[in-house]
């Protein structure tokens, strides 16, 4: 377990519900600072919603997220505000609003959460379009923008405030191979470059062995395997080895629980 010192997001005993059904059970794990943390898992394994918890747009039943000072589960709406101009966010499909050039989606933060002027603003912008590789791609709107373009451009928007902490939810997904690998090594060069700390969500195998520093797996709400690529490669545990080799896993139904549950009667 890592000192307090080197802790930049500490997740403790988790527990998440949507009604009656438990969604994430006891999660606990910490994200060192400087480090890239993947979490991963299949469809309905809970990253999505692990994620939505540490960004505090849901909040947990049980337990407590500690980020940049705070419980972020307990932290009044003006903490929360002052947290999160410490965060940056990739959304999974961009989130560009389409009625902004690629220019003014990155100097959205800028213009909300500052009173700098427009020419440090726009000399901000710059340097961070360089950065992911759209310098003079400004003036373009988010409707003529390739799909690895628009995941470029918001990732520009993430880190245009130069946050402590950078999120991303599937940053590669739907990308074809060649732009997936260029994204992964971007994302490489940045942490390399700043020592941002990251956390990515992804079931992109691929890329999270390429990017991961630590992986995080989660399944049916539970973290099955934590530890780095070699140590989730070499994984004992069934459930991580059906995820790495796309393996259905055998689903065994007692037939009165079935009856039971299709007809709403008890099968004595």
């Known amino acids: 377990m890592n000192s307090q010192a080197d802790t930049a997001i500490s997740v403790k005993d988790l527990v998440v519900y949507y009604g009656d059904r438990k969604i994430l059970k006891e999660v606990s794990m910490d994200v060192r600072e400087g480090e890239i943390m993947v979490i991963m898992g299949g469809s309905g394994s809970g990253k999505s919603t692990l994620l939505r918890h540490l960004l505090a747009l849901e909040h947990p039943r049980s337990g407590a997220i500690h980020m940049l000072g705070h419980d972020i589960t307990t932290a009044s709406q003006t903490d929360m505000l002052e947290i999160r101009k410490k965060i940056g966010v990739a959304f999974q499909f961009g989130a560009l609003l389409s009625s902004l050039s690629v220019g003014e989606n990155v100097m959205l933060p800028l213009l909300e959460h500052t009173r700098l002027d427009r020419s440090t603003m726009e000399v901000m912008l710059r340097l961070k379009l ?139």
């Open 130 to 268: 360089e950065v992911v590789g759209l310098a003079g791609f400004e003036a373009l709107m988010p409707a003529e923008l390739s799909g690895g373009m628009t995941k470029r451009a918001a990732l520009a928007r993430a880190i245009i405030m130069d946050p402590q902490l950078l999120f991303l939810d599937e940053p590669s997904a739907g990308l074809d191979p060649v732009v997936a690998a260029a994204l992964d090594d971007l994302i490489l060069q940045l942490r390399d470059a700043t020592g941002m700390t990251m956390v990515v969500v992804t079931h992109e195998l691929d890329s999270a062995f390429k990017i991961a520093d630590r992986i995080t797996v989660l399944d049916k709400g539970e973290i099955v395997e934590a530890g780095n690529v070699e140590q989730v490669r070499g994984s004992t545990n069934p459930r991580v080895q059906n995820l790495l080799n796309r393996r259905t896993e055998e689903i065994v139904t007692d037939v009165d629980e079935y009856l039971e549950r299709l007809t709403g009667l008890r099968i004595d």
